[in-house]
């Protein structure tokens, strides 16, 4: 059996443009990007699913993969996945800026921890907020919708088609910066709580200045700290479901869904 140079060639781009897109979201997607997951299981689970969105796919264009316009089609379809991986990471960069204004508040803001997912140090109420909150994107199957959205991106926008719009992206800056009013709305209960508490701990102090406020001060603040940490979680959970909500929404607009 013989093939020809371009039937080579198409099938080779009919597998690695889909490759590139799915590899591309996986990178930047939350869990699937973390760095307790080695590039080994991304690449092997972008192959799979390349392999299997690959014939029911339209077919990509005739384009040598290594000439100039293979290249402009490869950046494309990375920069589509990371799109879709990025806007899952905002949601739950979200979450880790509103628990660091809430471990600040507390005195915690010097205890931290590897976050698993960015791999940085953040402070402990953080990574509460990102283990609860990556418990709840497991239980809703957001993972699972997350690989569904990316393969029925292939329908909308096809390979060698215009990418991401001018619109599409302007849609993406204008939604990040309602993740830092999330933010502030989850932060805001405990924050101007602890605030209160400070003030009343600085009468304190003048009333009783023979009282050690470093010694009585601090362990309270920990103390109301967790116990404002037990309030905010019940609302943390459908915030963080109505911003995932929110997310998936951006990503169909996104990919014209």
């Given at each position: 059996m ?8 198409a099938?080779?781009g009919s597998l690695?443009w889909p ?7 996986l990178l ?12 080994r ?9 390349a392999?299997?969105v ?6 990509p264009?005739?384009v ?6 293979g290249?402009?089609v490869?950046?494309q379809q990375i920069l ?7 806007v899952?990471q905002m949601v739950f960069?979200?979450?880790t800026?509103?628990g ?12 931290s ?11 402990v109420?953080?990574?509460y907020f ?8 497991l239980?809703?199957?957001?993972h699972?919708?997350l690989?569904?959205l990316?393969l029925?991106?292939f329908q909308?926008?096809p ?8 619109e599409?992206l302007?849609?993406?800056?204008s939604?990040?910066?309602?993740m830092?009013?999330?933010a ?14 400070n003030?009343?701990?600085g009468v304190?102090?003048?009333a ?6 470093f010694a009585v001060?601090?362990p309270?603040?920990i103390m109301?700290?967790?116990i404002?940490?037990?309030l905010?979680?019940?609302v943390l959970?459908?915030k963080f479901t109505?911003l995932l909500a929110s997310?998936f929404?951006?990503m169909g607009i996104l990919?014209r869904?």
């Amino acid at each position: 059996m013989n093939f020809t140079t371009a039937e080579i060639t198409a099938w080779i781009g009919s597998l690695l443009w889909p490759f590139l897109r799915i590899s591309a979201m996986l990178l930047a997607a939350p869990l699937y990007g973390a760095g307790t997951v080695t590039v080994r299981v991304r690449l092997a689970i972008a192959f799979i699913l390349a392999l299997v969105v690959a014939p029911l796919i339209p077919l990509p264009p005739a384009v040598e993969p290594l000439s100039l316009a293979g290249l402009v089609v490869s950046v494309q379809q990375i920069l589509i996945g990371l799109t879709i991986g990025f806007v899952l990471q905002m949601v739950f960069a979200a979450l880790t800026q509103a628990g660091e204004a809430i471990a600040l508040s507390m005195g915690l803001g010097f205890a931290s921890m590897v976050d698993p997912q960015s791999g940085v140090q953040v402070p402990v109420v953080s990574s509460y907020f990102v283990i609860m909150s990556t418990l709840l994107f497991l239980a809703l199957n957001g993972h699972v919708a997350l690989i569904e959205l990316t393969l029925l991106s292939f329908q909308a926008l096809p390979v060698g088609v215009e990418g991401v719009t001018r619109e599409g992206l302007w849609a993406l800056v204008s939604w990040g910066s309602t993740m830092f009013l999330y933010a502030l709305l989850v932060a805001l209960p405990a924050v101007a709580s602890m605030l209160l508490v400070n003030l009343s701990m600085g009468v304190i102090t003048r009333a009783a200045p023979q009282l050690n406020i470093f010694a009585v001060g601090f362990p309270m603040m920990i103390m109301l700290g967790f116990i404002l940490l037990l309030l905010t979680t019940p609302v943390l959970l459908p915030k963080f479901t109505e911003l995932l909500a929110s997310g998936f929404d951006l990503m169909g607009i996104l990919t014209r869904q």
